[in-house]
């Protein structure tokens, strides 16, 4: 988490700072600084809260200067507050470091340096830093920056100014991610793209170890023996209104209505509509290849952990190979049963979630063949996985991920059809059905998204209830999953999904007098029964808003409301299904006057364990 950005060139710093944060405020928003070498000496202005707390902080004294650092904070060590927002300084204020991530030793460092007279001025882990880069100063920058990174541990993203050498920033990183932006006598630096893609596309990616000595003529890169090495770089094609609203109110918003869109360009090149086939030219796995996969582990966290739920489904029903799914910060700790004849995939939209991260490393160690399944080209499980399936959903802002799931959703169906067929397990008919039902999709999803208006009467209607429950069987009770999640992050609602016969096993008592109780009911094969549990929870007086397709004529009977979704097959349910769970939480955070974008605690993109 935390944004990073850094600025050297001939214009101001700030403006390009503050800019740049805007776009990576996803990535935490705590509170915001920033750093530059004013008239040769560090000026630091942070304070708690939004950026635009900071703004207001700085307007009609905005500092000066061509070199800067900025950093917008996701809390790990030490609440929320002035003190603790970044930049930090060492005591003579000479010395000033943004971090994205985590010192963990840092309190055996702290007590060193307390021991040599270091007086703290924070709770954060990141200070001793700065304090490091002080205490061990040699009168150069760089090789002091390999002096600390000799002595701290953990994860990292950090970025170096100092009084001593005014013409350059130092960067370097481990285990969370940081960008270069190349210019015209001026160079960025940045934990993601969009915070300089207003500026440059000619940019790389950093990788971990490396140290970086940007000025304002060129970029130079070294390990930490002093052993210089030679970036690829690139040039971003992403246009840059792709990360704005777009006439939008919130960047969730737009992201559910670009739906359709990446789901055709998650398609593309990989279903052939007129043979009615999967190819996915990324793996060109064969047959033979895959006798040798005995299991599959599918990892991952949050919502791609959701969409892992539904790819078992997937994965057993039509490839018939064996799958567990792993939550990824327990995967490594239960001492997980991979060999060489497992696939361990790791879903991640960012690519860059330290959890995942550590368990497609772990899935490695341990002689797994690797798959990520990422939306961020060049990201750090697309570097590290085996290989890699990318989901072309666009840059996804909004902290609450939509387009990502569906897209996930997508490519684990068609990973499926694609073994299934390799493996012989699924006939050829049945997954010419489900391509054709594939190609569908995107045009039933845009009719859907045409006429919201009954589930913006649902979100008025409950938005003020505090607590709420999603019931679903099979791959109803996956996407139930993933609607509770969307309604607990963004709308603050007390939201909880249960395997609709689970119920009655203790959440029953639960269900009183009013309480919403959405149920989805798409999967033909446990329909009676999931509709016998809706009437369980109608009989304590529930109100239930059920999910079900058009042409459903029972459903109505029994539910208080229904939500009708395009008829479609049983595997692609999900991907329609979730839609009014999307907006229904959407709208409720709306209702409640919630921070859509940016819900508290939360952010982006999760790069600490
Ligand atoms: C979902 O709305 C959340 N943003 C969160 O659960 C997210 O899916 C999780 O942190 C995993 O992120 P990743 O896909 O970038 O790895």
Known sequence: MCGIVGYIGSKQAAPFLLDGMSKLEYRGYDSAGI?????????????????????????????????????????????????????????SGKFVVVHNGIIENYLALKEELIAKGVEFSSDTDTEVVAHLMADLFDGDMESTVKKV???????????????????????????????????????????????IINHTRRTFIMSDGEIATVTKDGVWVQDIEGTPINKKVFEVNWNAEAAEKGGFEHFMLKEIYEQPKAMRDTMTGRVNAEEKTITFPELNWTSEELQGINKIFIVACGTAYH????????????????????????????????????????????????DTLAALRESKRLGARTLGVTNVVGSSVAREADQVIYT???????????????????AMLMLAIYVGRLRGTLAEEQAKE??????SIPEQ???????????????????????????????????????????????????EAYAAGELKHGTLALIVSGVPVIVLATQEDVYDKTVSNLQEVKAREAVVIAIGFEGDTSLAKYADHVIYIPKTGKYHAPLLAVLP?????????????????????????????
């Open 392 to 410: 072309y959903a666009g840059p996804e802002i909004a902290v609450a991920s939509t387009k990502a799931y569906t897209t996930q959703l997508l």
């Open 35 to 91: 750093a530059v070498l004013e008239k040769g000496q560090v000026r630091v202005e942070k304070c708690v809260g939004r950026l635009d707390a900071l703004r207001q902080k700085l307007e009609g004294n905005m500092p000066e200067s061509v070199i800067g650092i900025g950093h917008t904070r996701w809390a790990t060590h030490g609440r929320p507050s002035d003190r603790n927002s970044h930049p930090h300084t060492d005591s």
């Open 307 to 354: 969409a892992g739920i539904v790819g078992k489904y997937y994965l057993e029903q039509l490839a018939r190979v064996p799958v567990e799914v792993d939550i990824a910060s327990e995967f490594r700790y239960r001492s997980p049963l991979v060999d060489g004849n497992s696939l361990c995939i790791v879903i991640s939209q960012s690519g860059e979630t330290s």
């Open 445 to 495: 999803i845009h009719k859907m998204l045409e006429d919201v208006d009954q589930i913006k009467v649902f979100a008025r209607e409950y938005g003020s209830c505090e607590d709420a429950f999603f019931l679903g069987r099979s791959l109803d009770y996956a996407v139930a999953l993933e609607g509770a999640l969307k309604l607990k992050e963004i709308s603050y609602i007390h939201a």
């Open 581 to 609: 769970l999307q907006l229904l939480s959407y709208y409720a955070a709306l209702t409640r006057g919630c921070d859509v974008d940016k819900p508290r605690n939360l952010a982006k993109s999760v790069t600490v364990e």
């Open 434 to 439: 489900l391509v054709g039902g594939l190609a």
């Open 149 to 195: 990174l000799k002595v701290i541990k953990g994860s990292y993203s950090l970025v170096f100014m100092c009084e001593a050498e005014q013409d350059k920033i130092i960067c370097t990183k481990k285990d969370n991610p940081l960008v270069i932006g190349l210019g015209e006598g001026e160079n960025f630096i940045a934990s993601d793209i969009p915070a």
